[in-house]
Every structure is written in C-alpha cells, then in structure tokens.
C-alpha cells in the first residue's frame, strides 16, 4: 500500500519512457512521508485503443489507492503534487488527471495479514 496505476495513452510513452513516468509517481509518493518507501507500488497501463473529445489527442490519469487515515488536505496535496510532476514532464498531454481513493481498513487484507503467525495483525508482518 499504497498502489498508484497510471492509465495512458499509448502515444505518451513516445514522449517519456514507463519508467520515467512512473518514477516522477513513485518520487512523489515517497516525498510525502505519507507512506513506507517499501510499500509504495507504481504501476503503468498503455492503451492503443481510446476515444476523446474533439482536438484531444492523448491522456494520462493516475488512480491512487491508499489506506484510510489520511486527511483531505493530505490526499488533497498528493493529487496536486503528483498531477503537477507529471505536468512538468508532459508539458504538451490533452487531459491529465489524479484521483485518491481510500481502502477500507475493515475490508483490507493481504498476505501478511492471514499469516497465523502475525498476532498483532500488522499489514507489514514479514516485510
């Protein structure tokens, strides 16, 4: 946690390369403090096939999924920061978007957390 999937149009990754674009993401992340350097999961997605409005040639929009428990300002501040990173690197991109969404804490579990031997229910048991 948290996970960030960056979703684009193909064409962007002719202009920055999947690992320029999803480092700006990461380093963002992990200059919040807002999160474990070690939890922080960048993905990317290109699609070939899209439709946009009239004179709009290209997109890029980052979902971010993060535990419950930040403030609004917090999450807030991470969707401008990372829209405004992004920005700098595709200065020219038709529709650029972030949004924050919150996992639910009571409905989250992963592998540490079925772990019989994780009594204290940590999320990061074993890492």
């Not at 960030?4 to 962007?12: A, G, L, N, R």
């Not at 380093?27 to 290109?46: C, M």
């Not at 200065?91 to 992963?110: G, H, Q, R, W």
Request: charged share 20%.
């Amino acid at each position: 946690m948290p996970h960030f999937i960056i979703e684009c149009s193909q064409d962007i990754l002719q202009q920055k390369t999947p690992d320029e674009i999803m480092d700006a993401v990461y380093h963002v992340a992990e200059s919040t403090g807002l999160f474990a350097v070690n939890d922080i999961k960048v993905r990317l997605q290109p699609y070939q096939y899209y439709r946009l409005g009239k004179n709009k040639n290209n997109f890029l929009h980052v979902f971010g999924y993060i535990m419950e428990g930040r403030s609004t300002k917090q999450k807030a501040d991470l969707s401008t920061q990372i829209s405004t990173q992004l920005t700098v690197l595709l200065p020219d991109i038709s529709f650029l978007s972030v949004n924050i969404t919150e996992f639910e804490a009571a409905t989250y579990s992963n592998k540490a957390l079925i772990n019989p031997e994780n009594s204290n229910h940590n999320r990061h048991f074993g890492l």
